[in-house]
């Protein structure tokens, strides 16, 4: 375990109460009706979880395992069949169709390439299943934020655990090959991890 990947969970943990206040009905609306299997990637200190249905089969996929302690906690008081792994987003080792729904808020950023995770989680959906998705996105080209973002992108990185602020992923998720994607635009006013998309790619 490296002291980044520690350094990264007691952020991550600090900035919970944040997390709750800016996306909070967001997450209530958009994990409302799941059912089934679900797949989290990156579910980071298990933030999301207080937001997901009783009864879920909840598979969470996090390669950082200093989060798994805060995960574990947060799971005792959940009534979920939950499993955890390091397996990464972009090679699940779960089979086809074999998924009811897949989410991720705020990893796409961060994974190594994302074209490639996006076909791999459409691999794992059932037909019908959907990825619902909260991610920071790259601003408009040629504004201040979007230079900004260009700047502070190698920095970022590092002290990110690999994020990219400049990302273009509301592209990505339109050219990866789901049946429909729906897609808002949000901004919380917190650069350069800002402006938002929150929205379901439908296999
Ligand atoms: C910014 S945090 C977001 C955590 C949580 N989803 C949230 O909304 O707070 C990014 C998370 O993605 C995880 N991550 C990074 N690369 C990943 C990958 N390739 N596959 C799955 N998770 C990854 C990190 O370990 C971290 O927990």
């Known amino acids: ?9 007691h952020t991550l943990a600090w900035g919970d109460d944040a997390q709750h206040r800016l996306y909070g009905d967001r997450k209530r609306q958009l994990f409302a009706d799941l059912e089934g299997t679900v797949v989290e990637i990156g579910p980071g200190t298990g933030v999301n979880l207080p937001y997901l249905p009783g009864g879920l089969r909840w598979i969470g996929l996090e390669p950082n395992p200093r989060m798994h302690g805060y995960i ?12 955890l792994r390091t397996d ?20 796409l950023c961060s994974v190594p390439n994302v074209a490639a995770t996006l076909t791999e989680l459409r691999r794992i959906l059932r037909p019908g299943g959907r990825l619902l998705f909260i991610e920071h996105v790259a601003a408009e080209t040629h504004t201040p934020l979007c230079w900004f973002q260009h ?3 190698p920095l ?9 602020p400049d990302r ?3 592209a990505h998720l339109q050219r990866a090959g789901f049946s429909s994607v ?6 919380i006013g917190m650069p350069p991890v800002s402006p938002h998309i929150v929205g379901t790619a439908t296999k």
């Open 1 to 9: 375990m490296s002291l980044s990947q520690r350094f990264f969970a």
């Open 72 to 83: 574990q906690e947060r799971l005792e008081n959940r009534d979920l069949d939950a499993t």
């Open 88 to 107: 990464p987003a972009q090679d699940t080792d779960l089979p086809d169709d074999s998924v009811d729904a897949v989410i991720s808020t705020l990893v």
């Open 151 to 153: 700047g502070i992108r």
């Open 156 to 164: 970022w990185k590092a002290v990110a655990d690999g994020c990219r």
């Open 168 to 170: 273009r992923t509301g």
């Open 182 to 187: 729906a897609i808002d635009r949000f901004h």
